[in-house]
């Protein structure tokens, strides 16, 4: 059995004339954090759908978790969560009803769905929010939220999607305190992110330029190869190289 949870080998996603993923490798670990960068049009969206289960690569191969996303799709969305920015919650149900709907679709059993229920809002400190409308609550309870959601069933990665976009610094810090909680445990956690100061809590990074990894390494690392302060820097520096735009 491999080492890896995630692993790629010469991955490739075309759409037509197109390559969006071209042809990346990588390998990461149980509990390790992995930052996953690249500006809009770099192919990560594609290449993470790859990873989820939800989109066939055209060469190449990956596997998630053990399974091959070419020929065990279906078993790879058993053993991940996933939480995007753009839509995690319902925003209609109340805090407790989103938390057993999501536990539900991942298989919980009745007692399991309670358990966790109660063990998520006493966690997050949420008892009086439980029985409140998700649209009633500060963005960064969402955040927060929808990161127990996509984690309730102990899943062996978890697949973050920009989850901290538009919260202030303070929630993000506290946001990340989460991510920390849950690697320690070892649950991988594959994170996209914008915010370059987030790259820096990663025990390693890719960044992504036209489809394909220009570098990849822990973030001190990195900085010390190309000479600057900061991975923003180093980001900035490769963007710029980049020739296409929308991912």
């Given at each position: 059995?491999?080492?890896?949870?995630?692993?790629?080998?010469q991955?490739?996603?075309?759409?037509g004339?197109?390559?969006a993923?071209?042809?990346?490798?990588?390998?990461?670990?149980?509990?390790?954090i992995?930052g996953?960068?690249?500006?809009?049009?770099?192919?990560?969206?594609t290449?993470?759908?790859i990873?989820?289960?939800?989109?066939?690569p055209?060469?190449?191969?990956?596997r998630?978790?053990g399974?091959?996303a070419?020929s065990?799709?279906?078993?790879?969305?058993?053993?991940?969560?996933?939480?995007?920015?753009?839509f995690s919650?319902?925003?209609?149900?109340t805090v407790?009803?989103?938390?057993?709907?999501?536990a539900?679709?991942y298989?919980l059993?009745r007692?399991?769905?309670?358990?966790?229920?109660?063990?998520?809002?006493?966690?997050l400190?949420?008892?009086?929010?439980?029985?409140?409308q998700?649209?009633?609550?500060?963005?960064?309870?969402?955040?927060?939220?929808?990161?127990?959601?996509?984690t309730?069933?102990?899943?062996?990665?978890?697949?973050?999607d920009e989850?901290?976009g538009?919260?202030?610094p303070?929630v993000r810090?506290q946001?990340?305190?989460?991510?920390?909680e849950?690697?320690?445990?070892?649950?991988?956690?594959f994170?996209?992110t914008?915010?370059?100061?987030?790259?820096e809590?990663?025990?390693?990074?890719s960044?992504?330029?036209?489809?394909?990894?220009?570098?990849?390494?822990?973030?001190?690392?990195?900085?010390?190869q190309?000479?600057?302060?900061t991975?923003e820097?180093?980001?900035?520096?490769?963007a710029r190289k980049?020739t296409?735009?929308?991912d």
């Open positions: 059995m491999s080492e890896w949870v995630i692993e790629a080998e991955l490739t996603r075309r759409f004339d197109f390559t993923v071209d042809n990346i490798s990588l390998q990461v670990a149980p509990g390790e992995f996953f960068l690249g500006a809009n049009g770099a192919g990560k969206t290449a993470m759908r990873f989820c289960g939800l989109l066939e055209t060469s190449g191969r990956a998630v978790a399974f091959d070419m065990e799709a279906e078993k790879i969305k058993q053993q991940i969560g996933y939480m995007s920015q753009k919650l319902y925003g209609k149900l407790k009803e989103n938390i057993r709907f999501f539900g679709i298989g059993s007692r399991e769905l309670k358990e966790k229920s109660a063990e998520i809002v006493d966690r400190g949420l008892a009086s929010s439980a029985d409140k998700v649209d009633e609550l500060p963005l960064g309870w969402k955040q927060r939220i929808s990161f127990a959601v996509a309730v069933h102990k899943p062996k990665v978890v697949f973050l989850p901290t538009g919260v202030d303070i810090r946001f990340w305190d989460m991510i920390y849950s690697a320690a445990s070892g649950m991988t956690v994170v996209t914008h915010y370059m100061d987030e790259a809590y990663c025990d390693r990074i960044i992504m330029v036209d489809g394909a990894i220009a570098v990849m390494g822990k973030p001190a690392e990195l900085c010390a190309h000479g600057v302060a991975i820097d180093v980001f900035v520096s490769l980049a296409r735009q929308g």
